[in-house]
């Protein structure tokens, strides 16, 4: 199966959000613009839940540990 670039399905996302958060699609687009990224990729970073749910098989990774000093906790998105 050929199946399209996240950042396109991302930006099927952006007509809502520009109708329903406008502030928050403004703010995004600062963040891309301020990282040098395109704004499709901060709004796939967003929206990956979304666009991963059935289309990739995802998850994510934790791992704790303790020490003397402190506890310590990770987690990352397997994607």
């Given at each position: 199966m050929d199946w399209p670039k996240?950042?396109?399905l991302a930006l099927?996302?952006?007509p809502v959000m520009r109708r329903k958060?406008?502030?928050y699609l403004e703010e995004i687009g600062g963040i891309a613009e301020g990282a040098g990224?395109?704004?499709s990729d901060i709004?796939?970073?967003n929206?990956?839940?979304e666009i991963a749910f059935g289309?990739?098989?995802d998850g994510c990774t934790a791992l704790g540990w303790r020490t003397r000093d402190g506890?310590?906790?990770a987690q990352n998105w397997d994607w």
């Open positions: 996240v950042q396109d099927t996302f952006e958060w406008p502030a990224v395109s704004l709004i796939a970073i929206v990956r839940t289309m990739f098989s506890s310590f906790l």
